[in-house]
């Protein structure tokens, strides 16, 4: 398919793959973002309009690309393989005779082999031909598998995928956590840990140890910040489960961290982007300044696009306590300022669960 949008590998082209490949009977999936183009292999009951509209969904536009073949990937269960040089190839072969088999594999280890084939051939043919060469197969129902933890219901929802809320953090709580944001917050050049190389105006409190890269972490700061940390958690959670129609989700932090933005070239914003595709969603909490500024708002990109491939937009100003909750992969930007001296708090969210609410979302799995 074509996908437009796309303006990097590292976040957008990973965000179109993450997106595919959370369509139930989706085995793989690749996106390039400098040929705007992306492929999936799916299983058969897999439509076309369910590709795109997971695309678009968070934020690109797409077009299925005409004609192409199209193929599907095979799993098969075979018993009796004693090795891979005699007895793998020779399955190797067997599929690979199949007309329209395109590629095949096999492990004696796993007692598999799986095929990428095109969508006229038949399962039982290959199940015929593994055991035309003295072989047990049977077909492995890839579906069961590959259920991804995001439903068909949250991804098709909607809602607005975002949420400005007002006076989360109490004035006399977020002051006395403002006081050790002063003492210990110090600038944390990352360039060797991001693709962000000189970007300078973060101090992380929290690198959860499946987040890749690993950032040194500032203790004091975190702790003095963690009371607010975990009430906007909390706020966070209760309008993410409200968003997907979830209950009993469980939500910790990837990352979090404090930027501090001076009227300095480079260091005044952070330009448009969508976060982390690691993260299911993310958390901006305000926070106050000794040294006023003049911050337009963050700017947020949201809802279906039009004939254009606009999406629309809507710009918020958040106040010392209000917090901006934003679900995977969500526009926005941080306007620049020209003055003074803004603060914000920054978490990166994993969510799990075990319970979907409705019956819309049955197909939903735990993460």
């Known amino acids: 398919m074509y996908v437009s949008g796309m303006m990097c590998q590292g976040n957008c082209g990973t965000a179109v793959e993450r997106a595919l490949r959370d369509v139930p009977g989706v085995v793989e999936a690749t996106a ?28 690109f536009a797409a077009k299925i690309a005409e004609p192409e073949t199209k193929v599907r990937r095979v799993k098969l269960r075979v018993d ?21 088999v395109q590629e095949a594999m096999a492990s004696a280890k796993t007692a598999s082999a799986n095929a990428l084939v095109e969508q006229t051939v038949k399962d039982a043919d290959l199940v015929a031909a593994v055991e035309a060469v003295g072989f047990s197969a049977s077909i492995v129902q890839l579906g069961a ?43 944390q050049q990352l ?12 101090c992380y409190m929290d690198c959860h140890e499946h987040w890749s890269p690993q950032v040194p972490i500032t203790e004091p700061l975190r702790d003095c910040m963690a009371p607010v940390m975990e009430r906007c958690r909390l706020r966070f959670k209760s309008w993410y489960e409200e968003l997907h129609g979830l209950k009993n989700a469980e939500v910790y932090a990837l990352n979090s961290f404090v930027t501090k933005y001076i009227p300095v070239e480079g260091k005044q914003e952070f330009g448009k982007h969508v976060d982390s595709a690691k993260c299911d969603g993310s ?12 911050w337009p708002g963050i700017k947020i990109w949201d809802g ?12 918020y100003v958040l106040q010392p306590g209000d917090i901006c909750c934003l679900d ?27 319970e979907v609410k409705g019956a819309d979302a049955t197909n939903a799995a735990s993460a």
């Not at 949420?163 to 002063?182: N, T």
């Not at 958390?283 to 003049?294: E, S």
Request: overall charge positive.
């Open 191 to 202: 360039q060797e840990y991001s693709r962000y190389k000189n970007w300078t105006q973060s």
């Open 80 to 100: 009796g393989m004693m090795c891979d040089k005699n007895c793998g190839a020779t399955v190797i072969r067997a599929l690979k005779a199949v007309p329209g």
């Open 283 to 294: 958390l901006i909490v305000a926070l106050p300044t000794d040294d006023p500024h003049d």
């Open 145 to 187: 598998f590959l259920r991804r933890k995001t439903s068909a219901a949250a991804r098709k929802t909607t809602k607005p995928r975002h949420a400005c809320i007002r006076d989360v953090v109490p004035a006399e709580e977020l002051a006395k956590a403002f006081e050790g944001v002063k003492k210990y917050y110090h600038e």
């Open 328 to 354: 995977a992969l969500v526009w926005h930007h941080g306007l620049p300022i020209s003055k003074g001296v803004r603060y914000v708090a920054v978490c990166f969210f994993r969510c799990k669960w075990k």
């Open 32 to 59: 390039v973002a400098a040929t705007k183009r992306a492929t999936a292999v799916v299983e058969a009951a897999v439509k076309d309009e369910d590709l795109v509209a997971a695309v678009d969904a968070i934020g």
């Open 304 to 315: 279906p696009r039009n004939e254009k491939g606009e999406q629309p937009e809507q710009t």
